[in-house]
């Protein structure tokens, strides 16, 4: 694997995130304005439990797949079977214990929710071997037909059925014709299909670091959905909705550029695993990429987060903004902590990251629990404290195993908070200058805030300015 290939990996993976995230941010506002705060809370206490079952069918073993050097056919298809009879079982508990989950969040509409959309854990329990044999095979192009053609066809379906009037059946609906479509269109795009062949002795194998690693993304994943969780018991679906719909905004970017580097970034490192001096080199080529990206965006969502609710959610939604706002923090340093994560992974060392995860995210989830009994925004800003100290802890094994602590990515990553807080500054007094929120307002700022931004990186003949450039010229020769 080259450099050539890398790059044009991470090319594809970046257009078919920016493709698919872009068209469901745009269906989100479109359903945002249809739809109403409590029927995004009733699919967001669903989810929940949804999305941990899924770590079982589609994590862990799906790394073990891309991490492991002469992963086979044998391989592939055992994996498959695996994740096929575990997700039957895991819908089975759904099934089964939808009354009592609806009994928790006191809201009996959920148990034919749950069963419906539990659907999709049999759908992505196949999705999830595919998926791996496209990250294997740096076959990414593939990836991008498949998921923006699920990403149209079920955004069709999903405004048709909110114009309906069917309230939260619409993203029902959504979420389970994504699942399918994409499915369906990798199964006719890839080369890989489940053969009848199973080997125990494989599992064993493959289960040595893959469990480890479902172990480690389920605590993960449990952390996570702990503030849906626990915000969903406690307050009114209405409050889940804001806390999410804040969210949304930030994550937009962090799939699109986080996700996209991770995907490639995770089976390229896992190719020079032995070498401690590419892996380190790559390491901190993809952390500052990654900052240099999304230190001014959270800066400029967190500066714009008033108008931006008010211009594309509407006023009904303006209790997201200090949401959104305290969000744009913890994820403007999620690339710090993610790309420290991928490089644990890559090295193979499975033990090493089930112990940091597991300690992260134990703390992580007590934090919650307390924070949860005082407020909505005790959790919310408890989850800006909480990912520093992540930070730290994520850092350590790296400055042991790679030599580059906590110091030296603090040193590469300063120059960018320093050029993005110059631009939150202009950006705030620009839009002093209107008197009030509009979509004109808002262009206004952003053009500034780009311009402001990229202007002291050339000034200061920041080399990621130049990395950026020879990806999108390399994008537009390959055109």
């Known amino acids: 694997m080259n450099g050539k290939t890398i790059m044009e990996s991470i090319l594809w993976k970046f257009a078919e995130r920016l493709c698919t995230q872009g068209v469901s941010f745009i269906v989100s506002i479109i359903l945002a304005r249809m739809l109403l705060p409590e029927d995004y809370g009733i699919i967001s206490m669903i989810l929940v439990f949804i999305n941990i079952a899924e770590v079982f069918v589609s994590s862990g073993f799906n790394a073990a797949l891309i991490q492991k050097n002469d992963a086979d056919d044998v391989d592939f298809s055992t994996i498959f079977y695996c994740s096929i009879l575990l997700s039957l079982m895991l819908y089975g508990l759904l099934y089964v214990f939808a009354p009592y989950i609806a009994d928790f969040y006191g809201q009996a509409e959920l148990i034919r929710v749950l069963r419906v959309l539990g659907i999709r854990l049999l759908v992505n329990a196949y999705n999830s071997i595919q998926?791996?044999?496209?990250?294997?095979?740096?076959?990414?192009?593939?990836?991008?037909?498949?998921?923006?053609?699920?990403?149209?066809?079920?955004?069709?379906?999903?405004?048709?059925?909110?114009?309906?009037?069917?309230?939260?059946?619409?993203?029902?609906?959504q979420y389970l014709c994504n699942a399918v479509v994409n499915t369906v269109v990798l199964s006719i795009t890839?080369?890989?299909?489940?053969?009848?062949?199973?080997?125990?002795?494989?599992?064993?194998?493959?289960?040595?670091?893959?469990?480890?690693?479902?172990?480690?993304?389920?605590?993960?994943?449990?952390?996570?959905?702990?503030?849906?969780?626990?915000?969903?018991?406690?307050?009114?679906?209405?409050?889940?909705?804001?806390?999410?719909?804040?969210?949304?905004?930030?994550?937009?970017?962090?799939?699109?550029?986080?996700?996209?580097?991770?995907?490639?970034?995770?089976?390229?490192?896992?190719?020079?695993?032995?070498?401690?001096?590419?892996?380190?080199?790559?390491?901190?080529?993809?952390?500052?990429?990654?900052?240099?990206?999304?230190?001014?965006?959270?800066?400029?969502?967190?500066?714009?987060?008033?108008?931006?609710?008010?211009?594309?959610?509407?006023?009904?939604?303006?209790?997201?903004?200090?949401?959104?706002?305290?969000?744009?923090?913890?994820?403007?340093?999620?690339?710090?902590?993610?790309?420290?994560?991928?490089?644990?992974?890559?090295?193979?060392k499975g033990a090493t990251y089930l112990r940091i995860e597991m300690l992260k995210k134990i703390l992580g989830i007590l934090v919650i629990i307390v924070s949860a009994q005082i407020s909505v925004m005790a959790v919310a800003i408890s989850a800006v404290s909480i990912a520093f100290i992540y930070l730290v802890i994520n850092v350590i094994p790296n400055g042991r195993l790679l030599g580059y602590g906590l110091r030296d990515q603090l040193v590469d990553v300063i120059p960018f908070a320093i050029y993005s807080l110059i631009m939150g500054i202009a950006v705030y007094f620009v839009g002093m200058m209107f008197s009030d929120s509009s979509i004109v307002s808002l262009l206004v700022q952003i053009v500034v805030g780009v311009l402001v931004y990229f202007g002291m990186a050339v000034v200061t003949r920041n080399k990621e300015v130049v990395f950026f450039w020879k990806l999108f010229n390399s994008m537009i020769l390959k055109r």
């Not at 998921?147 to 379906?157: D, P, V």
């Not at 804001?242 to 970034?265: G, H, M, R």
């Not at 923090?329 to 420290?340: H, M």
Request: with cysteine; proline share 4%; glycine share 4%.
């Open 190 to 348: 890839i080369n890989w299909h489940p053969k009848l062949v199973f080997s125990k002795s494989r599992v064993k194998v493959l289960i040595s670091f893959g469990g480890r690693v479902m172990v480690a993304d389920f605590i993960g994943t449990l952390y996570n959905e702990m503030r849906a969780l626990v915000i969903g018991r406690y307050y009114s679906s209405a409050d889940l909705a804001y806390y999410n719909k804040a969210e949304q905004f930030p994550k937009l970017f962090a799939d699109n550029i986080l996700n996209t580097v991770s995907a490639v970034l995770f089976p390229a490192l896992s190719n020079f695993s032995e070498s401690k001096d590419r892996v380190r080199e790559m390491t901190r080529t993809a952390i500052r990429s990654t900052c240099f990206l999304m230190f001014p965006l959270m800066t400029g969502l967190c500066v714009l987060a008033n108008p931006l609710i008010r211009v594309v959610l509407t006023d009904k939604w303006i209790p997201s903004v200090p949401f959104l706002q305290l969000a744009c923090i913890s994820y403007a340093i999620l690339p710090l902590n993610n790309t420290n994560v991928q490089a644990i992974k890559a090295m193979g």
């Open 131 to 173: 998926s791996a044999y496209v990250s294997r095979h740096m076959q990414f192009r593939k990836f991008f037909f498949s998921t923006s053609i699920g990403t149209m066809l079920s955004a069709i379906a999903g405004i048709f059925l909110a114009y309906r009037g069917a309230g939260y059946w619409a993203l029902v609906t």
